[in-house]
């Protein structure tokens, strides 16, 4: 059973997330080309090839959707703004009827009591960017700032909270190093590049944001617990590493102005020059910090080159996604955040979520794992909570079932699930629990 609202402290906000390119519907309305429609398209790259032409055509289903995201007694909504919808070339002549509708989505949640939490860049990069080599090139920076600057005179006195980047981890290392998402490299310099420009372009949006007078700017990160596959000291070194590029990186950019000494061990020799400089940048003030945590990973010594690390398969019971349940973690990392770098900043959980093999049956969706998924993390915020990290809201990833990046529309994440033949949507047992126990 999920926790109650009335056993969070008054004002704490509950809601749901999504990204644009995996709802929408990416070739209507003018949006230009992305570095997602040119990975998808090369072959071995998503299951089935599978691209967001289409997704859930939130696009002109966005009333609806809002309707069910008011139904659910949600306070708040955290979307994202597709790049190449707003600028098709990533620079330059700005698409009207794509800021148009942004502006519509707005007014829609404002009417219907709901907070507005913008995204700005959930992973879409317009592919005439991705040409000049996109998070490689450290003028993305200046790039992003002016699509940051659009946004904020467009939509700026309507937002409630505005983050730049979703998931500078997954935009560097998990694009550029693992090559499981767009552009799809696997490459140690143009990761250690992405893994620093990503945060230039951060501090960079943040200025401008601020230039346009916005007052409520945060940054949301992804976090995987690092465990030790073994006792051997060669395990907790190993885990060390992997915490380090992974969850320690871009919060000690932020917050402590340098770089976890176990990443600069693999990554300092490919860094662009004069990085150490950037720092004034990178740490721009912020009002708030979000985590999007789902797993643990377990971590085991390998040969090889630098990090010379690999996952191996834990003992806990899994998702459709293949990750353990290990709701201790998200936990350890509120904490972790609050101790050793955010203080008294608020904190959010801006993504919880799991995907199961949801099954439409006379017309109901039974997805009781997921509810006890969502009732689990929830008692893990309660009780950091009770320990004084303050934490103020927390998000449901997602909203709907979506294109779910290199998976295609296979996993299925959603409160509400989709027919991706009929488009119908079909709230799901867990949105119907979510309504009841957020109802006032
Ligand atoms: C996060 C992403 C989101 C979705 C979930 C499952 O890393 O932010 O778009 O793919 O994972």
Request: glycine share 8%.
């Amino acid at each position: 059973m999920l926790p109650q609202r009335h056993d969070f402290p008054e004002g704490f906000l509950f809601g749901a997330a999504t990204s644009a390119y995996q709802i929408e519907g990416h070739t209507q309305s003018g949006a230009g080309r992305t570095h997602w429609d040119d990975f998808a398209a090369t072959p071995g790259n998503v299951v089935r090839a599978e691209n967001g032409d289409l997704a859930c055509d939130h696009l002109n289903r966005w009333e609806a959707d809002l309707d069910l995201l008011a139904a659910a007694n949600l306070d708040v909504y955290r979307f994202s703004t597709s790049w190449a919808r707003v600028m098709p070339e990533g620079r330059g002549a700005v698409n009207g009827q794509g800021l148009d509708f942004y502006d519509r989505l707005v007014d829609g949640l404002l009417e219907r009591g709901l907070k507005p939490a913008a995204t700005l860049y959930h992973w879409e990069l317009p592919s005439p960017l991705a040409d000049l080599g996109g998070w490689r090139n450290r003028d993305i920076a200046s790039w992003f700032a002016d699509f940051a600057q659009v946004i904020a005179e467009r939509l700026g006195d309507r937002l409630w909270s505005v983050a730049p980047i979703n998931e500078p981890w997954c935009v560097a290392w998990l694009s550029h190093f693992l090559g499981h998402h767009a552009p799809g490299l696997r490459d140690i310099r143009a990761t250690a590049r992405a893994m620093h420009h990503v945060l230039l372009a951060h501090g960079s949006a943040v200025q401008a944001l601020r230039a346009a007078g916005h007052q409520n700017v945060g940054a949301v990160f992804n976090f995987e617990r690092a465990l030790p596959a073994d006792d051997s000291p060669e395990a907790a070194a190993r885990a060390a590493t992997y915490d380090a590029y992974y969850n320690r990186w871009f919060l000690s950019g932020i917050f402590h102005r340098a770089y976890p000494a176990e990443a600069l061990a693999g990554l300092e020799p490919h860094l662009p020059q004069g990085w150490e400089g950037d720092f004034d940048t990178i740490a721009q003030p912020l009002d708030w910090c979000g985590a999007n945590y789902y797993t643990c990973k377990r971590i085991a010594a390998a040969g090889g080159p630098w990090p010379a690390l690999a996952e191996v398969d834990g003992p806990l019971p899994k998702t459709e996604m293949g990750w353990e349940i290990h709701p201790e973690s998200l936990g350890f990392f509120l904490r972790r955040m609050q101790a050793d770098y955010t203080g008294d900043l608020p904190l959010y959980v801006t993504e919880n979520g799991m995907a199961s093999a949801d099954r439409l049956a006379g017309g109901r969706v039974d997805d009781q794992p997921r509810i006890d998924y969502l009732a689990a993390h929830l008692a893990q915020v309660q009780a950091v909570i009770a320990e004084g990290v303050p934490v103020r809201g927390y998000f449901c990833w997602s909203l709907l079932d979506n294109y779910e990046w290199a998976l295609g529309y296979d996993k299925r994440f959603g409160l509400i699930h989709v027919d991706f033949d009929t488009l119908k949507r079909t709230p799901k047992a867990s949105y119907h629990a979510l309504a009841r126990a957020l109802a006032r």
